[in-house]
């Protein structure tokens, strides 16, 4: 197979070809349901798969790497080549996607001089050494090399965030640099300001958009008249955050309508095909005015739901490819089974307070409290402790700044929680001596768009105490990798913040849900695998739960709750349907 960029067209072995592409996270998604993601994918008529590669999570540490499991990138393209799909791959270095960061890790903030995407040593030396890893893994699947990946994306909607054209133009070389001899293109917003600032002069411009209104393609046209015109993220939902409204951009009719006329005069990428969800601690954040994290299910209304369905908008858009392209697909595949595991009630309780030191063995002793990142964590959760040696009698607390979430206790007592998007965060204690106070704080997920990427989390600045620096903490870095030391007790446990401890059977061979509602917020757990977050205030109200995480027999889950003070219940339910708003 040949691949292309023509005048005005793409070419497949010499003759013309529309990209009709769905975009589908692997990591996202169980390596043991990409088979059944990408059959579906065939079954929808589309001869093409996107995905994005997430950095922070190729590099979770400095020259460690991990392409393994859920991770096997080389495995995906070897499944969509298979299926007869061609392959778009986008690296990053930055992918946005409602990422943590935007797949940049997380230890660049701990980087003395590091300015993200633009012409920083310090950020090219760390992006060049991962693309030299990620590149290395993709280039044998090259359509050049008699694979299925016909073109890569040097940079990401750049028009949204800078204006460095050398910088643009140091990836173009870097990609041709390691031999990367297929099409490369930007994508970005439609507007004549996101065009001029994100666009590469040797790259194919391509837009993200859900609705093609006649504008859009005005400035591809004016600047890059030969190129072919193509969406490469054609939105057909949109992503959800904690406290808002469940929402999509389209209904399935009008969607299906939109990519009728995409295709008579060009190529689309629909974003997304199938969302997945952000397991752990992986969502990112808006944070424009406010801050805005993303909820753990990025079901995103996309043609399959979170646990691969077959949706209305499949179907309409399923019969939109068959027009244009007069081939009747393969037949759809069934949905996967789902099943009810009914209400739980926890066997023991461990308080948080009371396993600090089995979370964090070694913890910092600090004069001030510093951000998560200075303190060498990535993700979770931070707790601040001191003691006083002389009462503090009705003294005001304040703390410069918190990312993103923080609770303060005097011993085992939650005085109140402070949130991000708080006026200030302050409020008055009484402390004995002898007593311990504790901020506890979450990293509800780094920012994906825009200017604030660079904000740290945990305490940001001094704490100050009746108006006078306090010295003095010791800091417990709860990553809550491991819950497996934590010491569960029986019976009544006052503490407001712990983890509970379920039991459960299953057959092994059915995805399901869990359902946290009569907690606050918090994570859950299940046989070891963080399935993220959950909050009361929705509008997602489960987790996704995938068959592959469960074992046939006895199942252990643990829920963590910051905030839960009273014990009235502690049932959690897994049923046999997502509950998305």
Same mark, same amino acid.
């Given at each position: ?18 990209i009709?592409?769905?975009?589908v ?25 996107e ?7 190729? %590099? ?16 995906f ?16 270095? &930055?992918?946005?996607?409602?990422w ?14 590091? %300015?993200?995407?633009?012409?920083? !040593? ?34 990401? %909607? &750049? ?6 054209k ?11 640099r ?22 590469q ?6 837009l ?19 190129q ?45 095909f ?7 601690f992986?969502n990112?954040?808006?944070h ?11 079901d995103y209304?996309?043609?399959?739901? %979170? ?9 309409? #858009?399923?019969?939109?490819? !068959? ?12 949905? =996967?089974?789902?099943?009810?595991? *009914? ?7 461990a ?8 979370l ?9 409290p510093?951000?998560m990142e ?5 993700? @979770? ?21 918190? *990312? ?25 204690i ?5 007593? !311990? ?5 979450e ?23 009746? @108006? ?6 010791? #800091? ?7 819950l ?7 019976g ?27 907690h606050?917020?918090?994570?859950? #757990? ?9 909050? =009361? ?7 996704? #739960?995938?068959?592959?995480?469960? !074992? ?8 963590f ?11 959690v339910?897994?049923?046999? =349907?997502?509950?998305? @708003?």
């Amino acid at each position: 197979m040949t691949f292309e960029i023509g005048k005005g067209e793409f070419l497949k072995d010499g003759k013309p070809i529309k990209i009709i592409s769905g975009a589908v996270h692997y990591f996202r998604n169980p390596k043991g349901y990409w088979d059944d993601v990408l059959q579906k994918l065939v079954a929808l008529g589309c001869n093409c798969v996107e995905t994005y590669c997430a950095w922070n999570l190729h %590099e979770p540490k400095p020259n460690e790497y991990n392409f393994e499991d859920n991770l096997d990138i080389a495995q995906f393209i070897r499944l969509a080549d298979q299926k007869g799909l061609m392959v778009i791959v986008r690296p990053g270095p &930055y992918i946005c996607a409602e990422w943590e960061f935007g797949g940049l890790p997380w230890w660049l903030q701990t980087i003395e001089g590091m %300015e993200i995407r633009c012409m920083n !040593k310090p950020y090219l030396e760390c992006f060049d050494r991962y693309l030299d890893k990620v590149l290395g893994i993709v280039k044998p699947f090259l359509v050049t090399n008699g694979g299925p990946v016909i073109m890569m994306q040097v940079e990401n %909607e &750049y028009g949204y965030y800078g204006d460095d054209k050398e910088y643009l133009d140091y990836l173009y070389a870097g990609y041709r640099r390691r031999g990367i001899d297929v099409p490369l293109f930007t994508s970005d917003g439609s507007s004549e300001w996101n065009v001029l600032n994100g666009t590469q002069k040797d790259c194919l411009c391509t837009l993200n958009f859900g609705t093609l209104d006649p504008w859009r393609f005005e400035t591809q046209q004016k600047l890059y008249p030969d190129q072919p015109k193509m969406c490469a993220e054609m939105w057909n939902g949109w992503f959800d955050h904690w406290g808002g409204e469940k929402h999509a951009t389209t209904d399935a009719e009008a969607y299906a309508k939109e990519l009728d006329g995409m295709l008579s005069i060009g190529s689309a990428n629909m974003y997304m095909f199938i969302g997945g969800t952000n397991f752990g601690f992986m969502n990112g954040a808006n944070h424009k005015e406010t801050y805005e994290p993303t909820v753990t299910s990025y079901d995103y209304d996309a043609l399959l739901t %979170e646990n691969g369905s077959i949706t209305e908008k499949y179907r309409l #858009v399923r019969e939109v490819i !068959k027009k244009h392209t007069g081939v009747t697909p393969p037949q759809i595949p069934a949905n =996967r089974p789902t099943a009810s595991y *009914g209400t739980l009630k926890p066997t023991q309780v461990a308080p948080l307070l009371e396993n600090l030191d089995v979370l964090d063995p070694n913890p910092l002793k600090l004069k001030v409290p510093k951000p998560m990142e200075d303190c060498g964590q990535g993700y @979770g959760y931070i707790a601040y402790t001191t003691e006083f040696n002389i009462p503090v009698c009705d003294k005001e607390l304040r703390i410069d700044d918190i *990312g993103d979430r923080a609770y303060i206790f005097v011993d085992d007592k939650l005085l109140k929680v402070m949130y991000v998007n708080d006026d200030k965060y302050t409020c008055n204690i009484n402390v004995q001596v002898g007593e !311990k106070l504790t901020i506890l704080v979450e990293n509800m997920g780094r920012t994906n768009f825009g200017s604030k990427m660079m904000r740290k989390k945990g305490i940001i600045g001094r704490v100050t105490i009746g @108006g006078v620096i306090h010295f003095g903490w010791t #800091v417990y870095r709860l990553t809550m990798e491991d819950l497996s030391g934590l010491k569960f007790k029986s019976g009544e446990v006052a503490s407001p913040s712990a983890f509970y401890k379920y039991e459960f059977e299953a057959d092994g061979e059915h995805d399901t849900f869990l359902n946290c509602y009569e907690h606050i917020k918090g994570f859950a #757990v299940v046989n070891g695998f963080n399935l993220g977050r959950y909050w =009361r205030i929705g509008p997602t109200k489960t987790l996704y #739960v995938p068959k592959f995480m469960l !074992k046939k027999g006895k199942n252990e889950l643990i829920v963590f709750d910051a905030e839960k003070t009273s014990r009235e219940t502690e049932e959690v339910h897994l049923i046999d =349907r997502a509950i998305l @708003g």
